[in-house]
Structure formats: structure tokens, C-alpha cells
Nanobody, 128 residues
Framework: QVELVESGGGLVQAGGSLRLSCAAS????????MGWFRQAPGKEREFVAV????????YYADSVKDRFTISRDNAKNTVYLQMNSLKPEDTAVYYC?????????????????????WGQGTQVTVSS
């Protein structure tokens, strides 16, 4: 398993932006498919976005498409989630996750069970 540490969460007004970062401990970071999930109080963990090994391909939940952007820098062992036009319903703890699975289609990774390593989470709160 790889150790993951998220940062960048906080309190922001609706319409604002935040950028989350997730730093990985391993030099083999480029061999992991990386994803972001979120969990609001009283709700199940929800898929947000996923990015393939090279960073060339991404896939998003419909609820964040065109507002959030996932990216990665394999030289820095870091994956990012740029969140724009934030809404109160985006309020949640955001988790990054790493998967050693290498399925062809990124929509396979919407299931959290595809990921074996998780960060501790970072709180994002969007006020109305």
C-alpha cells in the first residue's frame, strides 16, 4: 500500500474555488490509478473523479463535471483536484485513493472497492 496525504481543504463561499492536493509516499506513484471520493455526513462515500497512469485520461461524476478538474504530476508524486464554482452540496470530507488495478475503462473506478490505499481525508465546507 502507498501512503497518501491530502491537503488544501477549507471553508469557501458558494461560487468559490479550492485546490486539493494528495501527496504519495512512493516513487512508483506513476503505476497507480488515482481517484478522489467524498463523503458527506450521513451519506455514503461518493465517487468524484479518476485519472489514469499518465494523466492523459480522466473521468468525472456527473455532479462535478465541468466544475472540477483532476490532474497529476508524476514527478512530484502528487494528484490534484481543482474545484471551481463550488456549491453547498459539495460540502464533504474529500479522500484521495490509489489503485493498482489497470482496467481499460476509467468508469470501472467509480466503485471505491477498486482502490486499496486511502488518505485520511480533508474537509471541504461550502457556505451559501
Amino acid at each position: 500500500q502507498v501512503e497518501l496525504v491530502e491537503s488544501g481543504g477549507g471553508l469557501v463561499q458558494a461560487g468559490g474555488s479550492l485546490r486539493l492536493s494528495c501527496a504519495a509516499s512512493e516513487r512508483t506513484f506513476s503505476s497507480y490509478v488515482m481517484g478522489w471520493f467524498r463523503q458527506a455526513p450521513g451519506k455514503e462515500r461518493e465517487f468524484v473523479a479518476v485519472i489514469n497512469l499518465s494523466g492523459a485520461n480522466t473521468y468525472y461524476a456527473d455532479s462535478v463535471k465541468d466544475r472540477f478538474t483532476i490532474s497529476r504530476d508524476n514527478a512530484k508524486n502528487t494528484v490534484y483536484l481543482q474545484m471551481n464554482s463550488l456549491k453547498p452540496e459539495d460540502t464533504a470530507v474529500y479522500y484521495c485513493a490509489a489503485s493498482t488495478n489497470t482496467y481499460r475503462y476509467l468508469n470501472y473506478y467509480t466503485d471505491y472497492k477498486m482502490f486499496g490505499s486511502w488518505g485520511q481525508g480533508t474537509q471541504v465546507t461550502v457556505s451559501s
